[in-house]
């Protein structure tokens, strides 16, 4: 599986963005799909997956509430619909797969990996 993930960009705070993420590939349906963020100096760390059985959703505490994933199987492609931006939002954000369609919360759950979008999120 290939991953390209795309969207970011600079925005004000209060504002919002969708980051996409377009995978390769024919069992993309059947995948945990995951995104993560890393701040400058900063560990990776998880934002939100989408578990392929049952359709579950998790979200880190920080972003629950201003942001949502959601995923097209037909478009091959899972989405990061973010709200409410806040300053401390501003990393490269990256999307993951995961082919035992868990969309579990740690990075060592992913065997594939997107090449990051960076956000940034001015005061």
């Known amino acids: 599986v290939q991953l390209q993930a795309s969207g970011g960009g600079l925005v004000q705070a209060g504002g919002s963005l969708r980051l996409s993420c377009a995978a390769s590939?024919?069992?993309?349906?059947?995948?945990?799909m995951g995104w993560f963020r890393q701040a400058p100096g900063k560990e990776r760390e998880f934002v939100a997956a989408?578990?392929?059985?049952?359709?579950?959703?998790n979200y880190a505490n920080s972003v629950k509430g201003r942001f949502t994933i959601s995923r097209d199987n037909a478009k091959n492609t899972v989405y990061l619909q973010m709200n409410s931006l806040k300053p401390e939002d501003t990393a490269v954000y990256y999307c993951?797969?995961?082919?035992?369609?868990?969309?579990?919360?740690?990075?060592?759950?992913?065997?594939?990996w997107g090449q990051g979008t960076l956000v940034t999120v001015s005061s």
């Open positions: 993951a797969a995961d082919r035992y369609g868990r969309g579990a919360l740690g990075t060592t759950s992913y065997d594939f």
């Open positions: 989408f578990s392929w059985a049952g359709g579950t959703t």
């Open positions: 590939g024919r069992t993309f349906s059947t995948y945990g």
